[in-house]
Nanobody, 123 residues
Framework: QVQLVESGGGLVQAGGSLRLSCAAS????????MAWFRQAPGKERELVASIGWYGSGTSYADSVKGRFTISRDNAKNTAHLQMNSLKPEDTAVYFC????????????????WGQGTQVTVSS
C-alpha cells in the first residue's frame, strides 16, 4: 500500500506562487506514474499535470501550461507541483495521485490518492 500526503497549499494573491509537495510512504513510488489533480467547488476533478517514471513524460492541462511545473524526487519518494503566476481560477483542492499504470492516471482511476490540500488565489 502507498500513502500520499500533500502539503504546501494556502492563500496567495493573484500572480503569486506556491509549491505543493506530495510525500509517499509505504513503498517506493519510483516505478509509479504520479499526477496532480484539482477540484473546485461544483466542478469535476481535473487532471492538472502528470509525470512518468524517473521524471520522464510530463504533461499539463492547457490551462496551466507555462505556469506550473511537475517534478519528482525518487530518492525522497516525493513529487512536487511548482505553481507560478497563479490566477483566481486556480482556486481548488489539489490532490496527488499515484499508479503503476499511466493510463489509469489519465482516467483518474489511480489506486492511490492523497487527502488534498486547499489552494486559494485571491484577486
Amino acid at each position: 500500500q502507498v500513502q500520499l500526503v500533500e502539503s504546501g497549499g494556502g492563500l496567495v494573491q493573484a500572480g503569486g506562487s506556491l509549491r505543493l509537495s506530495c510525500a509517499a510512504s509505504g513503498r517506493s513510488v519510483s516505478r509509479y506514474a504520479m499526477a496532480w489533480f484539482r477540484q473546485a467547488p461544483g466542478k469535476e476533478r481535473e487532471l492538472v499535470a502528470s509525470i512518468g517514471w524517473y521524471g520522464s513524460g510530463t504533461s499539463y492541462a492547457d490551462s496551466v501550461k507555462g505556469r506550473f511545473t511537475i517534478s519528482r524526487d525518487n530518492a525522497k519518494n516525493t513529487a512536487h507541483l511548482q505553481m507560478n503566476s497563479l490566477k483566481p481560477e486556480d482556486t481548488a483542492v489539489y490532490f496527488c495521485a499515484a499508479d503503476g499504470q499511466f493510463d489509469r492516471i489519465l482516467r483518474a482511476e489511480s489506486d492511490y490518492w492523497g487527502q488534498g490540500t486547499q489552494v486559494t488565489v485571491s484577486s
